[in-house]
């Protein structure tokens, strides 16, 4: 009762149907059929539970519901901004530098 849909955080139905779906795994997921289609195409490899985290048993329920899920990287990863993240900072912009070598120590040994 009450439960809401881990993706959208909309309320879904009571029960199990067609558009309403929980997580084999841990029970506790509930989310829209629409809502969990979106989210496996966006994920692809990397579709799972996003409450337990559990990737075999959900997805082949998944997939056994009719859920189509994507067989590329996911798409958060070829995203621009998401890239700038994952560069490491090229010299130290401190305004004190606290490595004991100083500066330059640093910015030589990363």
Not at 77 to 104: F, I, M, T
Request: glycine share 6%; net charge neutral.
């Amino acid at each position: 009762q009450n439960s809401t849909c881990i993706i959208c955080l909309d309320l879904v139905e009571d029960k199990m149907s067609y558009r309403t779906m929980v997580c084999p795994a841990c029970q506790h997921a509930w989310f829209h059929r629409s809502c969990i289609q979106k989210q496996a195409v966006h994920a692809g490899v990397c579709f799972r539970c996003l409450h337990c985290r559990n990737e075999d048993q959900f997805v082949m329920e998944m997939l056994t519901m009719g859920i189509r899920i994507s067989k590329r990287q996911p798409s958060w990863e070829s995203d621009q901004a998401v890239g700038l993240v994952y560069q490491r900072h090229s010299c130290c912009n401190a305004s004190k530098c606290l490595c004991p070598g100083g500066r330059e120590q640093a910015e030589e040994e990363g």
